[in-house]
C-alpha cells in the first residue's frame, strides 16, 4: 500500500470514529410529535407564525359571487370539468351513485337537494376548494377558474332537474302539457 493510500484509509478511520462518538449520535432533538415542556402548549410540532402565507397562495379575497360572465362557454367548461372530476362519484346526473360510489366509496348527497338547491355558488366553491367531510379537497386539481365554472354547471344541472314552472315560456307550457312522453 502506497504511503497516500495509508494516509487517506487512516483520516477515514479517524472520521468514521468519529460518528460514533456518543455525543454526535445521540444529539438533544424533538421528533415531530414529542412533548416539548418549553413551550405553553407542551408540543414540539409548531404551529406556523400568525400571518404566514404559502407562496402559491392568492392573496386576493375570493369573491362571493360568480365573479366572470356567465355564458354558453363557462357551463362548457364547467360541464367537462364536473365531468372529469366530479361525476365518478356524484354522477353526471348530479344523485350521487358515480362509479366509484358502486365500488363501495361513501355516497355523496343527492346535489339536487333543497338544501344544495338554495346554497350560493359559493358553497360549491369552498366544498371544491376545502373537500367536505370524507370528500377531499380539490384545490390541487381545479384551479379557482374552473371552480367557478363548475359551480355554474351545478346550477344548471340543478335547474335541468328542477325548473320554477312560472320561470318556463307560453309556448314551453303548452309543450309540456302535451308532451305524453314517459318521465326516464
Ligand atoms: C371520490 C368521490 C367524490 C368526488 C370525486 C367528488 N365528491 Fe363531492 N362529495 C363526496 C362525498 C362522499 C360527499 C359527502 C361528504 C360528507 O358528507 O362527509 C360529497 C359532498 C359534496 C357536496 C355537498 C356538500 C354539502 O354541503 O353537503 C358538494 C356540493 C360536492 N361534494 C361537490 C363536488 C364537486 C363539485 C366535485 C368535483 C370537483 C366533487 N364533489 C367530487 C364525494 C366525492
Redesign the pocket.
Known amino acids: 500500500m502506497s504511503r497516500l493510500a495509508a494516509l487517506v484509509m487512516a483520516a477515514l478511520g479517524v472520521a468514521i470514529a468519529g460518528c460514533d462518538q456518543p455525543e454526535m449520535r445521540f444529539q438533544p432533538k424533538y421528533s415531530t410529535y414529542d412533548e416539548a415542556a418549553r413551550w405553553p402548549d407542551n408540543q414540539a410540532a409548531r404551529q406556523p407564525v400568525a400571518g404566514t402565507v404559502a407562496r402559491d397562495q392568492r392573496l386576493e379575497p375570493l369573491a362571493r359571487t360568480l365573479p366572470v360572465a356567465l355564458d354558453r362557454r363557462l357551463l362548457d367548461r364547467g360541464q367537462e370539468?364536473?365531468e372529469i372530476?366530479?361525476?365518478?362519484?356524484?354522477a353526471a346526473s348530479g344523485y350521487?351513485n358515480?362509479m366509484?360510489?358502486q365500488r363501495g366509496?361513501?355516497?355523496?348527497?343527492s346535489?339536487h337537494?333543497e338544501?344544495?338547491r338554495d346554497?350560493p355558488l359559493r358553497?360549491?366553491v369552498d366544498?371544491?376548494t376545502e373537500g367536505?367531510?370524507?370528500?377531499?379537497s380539490?384545490r390541487d386539481?381545479?384551479p379557482m377558474e374552473d371552480?367557478w365554472a363548475?359551480?355554474a354547471y351545478?346550477r344548471a344541472l340543478q335547474l335541468s332537474q328542477q325548473i320554477p314552472y312560472d320561470t318556463l315560456s307560453a309556448a314551453q307550457h303548452s309543450r309540456l302539457e302535451t308532451d305524453t312522453r314517459e318521465a326516464p
Not at 372530476?85 to 356524484?90: D, E, G, R
Open positions: 370539468r364536473y372530476f366530479c361525476s365518478p362519484c356524484h350521487g358515480g366509484v360510489v366509496f361513501p355516497a355523496p348527497p346535489l337537494s338544501r344544495l346554497a358553497h360549491f366544498v371544491i367536505f367531510g370524507v370528500m377531499y380539490y386539481r381545479v371552480r363548475i359551480a351545478l
